[in-house]
């Protein structure tokens, strides 16, 4: 079987989570700026200095510009988060043969018997035809991923998955 590497990389649209954690942000930091500029004490400079710089730091690299880069290479998927095109981190490894079920979102008949287990999204943030969910190990704990792959990838993914574990949405359906 020859090696099959397909890469994928999907922006995500801010949530109303993330405007709002990024406006808490805003203005705690400028609250800590303006008591920097009013503190008369060295000490209480110095940390009010290094909260503003923890402050901005989180604002400029967690809530400005977030990607996910999708990496499947024969049967085993990565998924990175990158910040602000800069900055890349690694938030999931498996293999496609180990997931109990792949399906799309809005597939209720397939997905019900797991809708205790924690979501992680790692998509674009709005659902699609190409939003689909699959139940793997995350952190130790079995987690429905919400990713959002396109045809190429959702085709590799196919090829590797039992037969019985995958539903692919039928594009004739009324989606939700």
């Not at 009013?38 to 290094?50: C, D, T």
């Not at 008949?109 to 205790?116: P, R, V, W």
């Not at 998509?123 to 699609?128: A, E, H, I, L, R």
């Amino acid at each position: 079987m020859e090696n099959v590497i397909i890469e994928q990389l999907v922006k995500h649209s801010p949530t109303k989570e993330d405007r709002k954690r990024r406006y808490i942000y805003l203005i705690i930091t400028a609250i800590f700026v303006f008591i920097w500029l009013n503190l008369p004490n060295v000490i209480a400079v110095i940390f009010m200095e290094v909260l503003t710089v923890v402050c901005a730091a989180l604002l400029m690299n967690f809530f400005l510009n977030k990607e996910y880069e999708y990496t499947f290479v024969d049967g085993e998927i990565d998924i990175d988060v990158i910040y602000n095109r800069s900055r890349r981190r690694r938030v999931f490894t498996g293999s496609i043969q180990e997931f109990e079920i792949i399906a799309h979102f809005t597939d209720r008949a397939n997905l019900d018997f797991y809708k205790n287990y924690k979501l992680k999204d790692f998509s674009g943030g709005t659902v699609s035809d190409n939003t689909y969910v699959f139940v793997a190990s995350y952190k130790g704990k079995k987690s429905r991923i919400v990713i959002e792959p396109n045809d190429k990838l959702l085709e590799a993914m196919r090829q590797y998955t039992v037969p019985s574990k995958f539903f692919k949405l039928n594009k004739s359906e009324d989606s939700l």
